[in-house]
């Protein structure tokens, strides 16, 4: 008899000038999350300038990962996937969300999701209760 197992997964979210990171159970729904906006940063340019946004995530998304996991009470070996914002978005900033996930996936030997950004919008709300 097969028993039932949650799946914890990362998810990376860096397609613009936000660096966002979450932490989902599948039993538990949403554990921790984090976000970093740069809006300040751009606000003096009027909007956003993708080189900016590139380096702002290198030094955001690390430790808002260290943050998410340990407001979650998880450690990366913990992690049964880890997912990203594949696009649209500007190239640099998907880049370094992409590099991240892959690098984890590769190191803990676990699966990494590129997520559609505008289908995960859409399909956002199936994670809400009723």
Do not use: F, W
């Not at 430790?63 to 990366?76: C, H, N, R």
């Amino acid at each position: 008899m097969q028993t039932h197992r949650n799946v914890l997964v990362l998810g990376i979210e860096t397609s613009c000038d936000e660096t966002g990171l979450a932490l989902y159970d599948s039993d538990r729904g949403l554990v921790a999350h984090a976000l970093h906006s740069q809006v300040a940063m751009h606000g003096v340019y009027g909007g956003v300038v993708p080189e900016l946004a590139s380096r702002d995530h290198v030094r955001r998304v690390v430790p808002l990962a260290q943050q998410v996991l340990a407001e979650g009470g998880a450690k990366l070996s913990d992690l049964d996937g880890i997912a990203y914002t594949q696009g649209p978005g500007l190239a640099g900033a998907l880049l370094v969300g992409a590099s991240v996930a892959s690098a984890l996936g590769y190191a803990l030997g676990k699966p990494v999701i590129g997520v559609h950004h505008l289908e995960a919008h859409l399909l956002s709300p199936l994670l809400a209760d009723p």
